[in-house]
């Protein structure tokens, strides 16, 4: 596969997601992506996507400042 913005080529690997809100930072360990080994851009698939959105849902309702969790802990 192909990176869509620089054409390097994709590795899959584990990112560190993170989402800043105006009231916490939410950390996503270990979420699986298609990286780019050239320019280092990020890729999901739909399904991954799709849980990262719920899990940044379910944390967005704690009153934390800052909230790291697993992505394979939270997905499970």
């Known amino acids: 596969m192909e990176c869509f913005m620089c054409k390097g080529n ?3 690997k584990k990112v560190n997601y993170v989402v800043d809100l105006d009231s916490t930072i939410i ?3 270990g979420v699986p ?3 780019c080994a050239q320019c280092g851009e990020q890729y999901f ?3 991954t996507a799709e849980n ?3 899990i940044v849902n379910q944390l967005k ?3 934390t400042e800052v909230t ?3 992505y394979s802990e939270k997905v499970a």
């Open 52 to 54: 990262i959105d719920k």
């Open 10 to 12: 994709l590795e899959i």
């Open 27 to 29: 950390i996503i360990k």
């Open 33 to 35: 992506a298609k990286v």
């Open 45 to 47: 698939e739909d399904e």
């Open 61 to 63: 309702k704690l009153s």
């Open 68 to 70: 790291i969790v697993n």
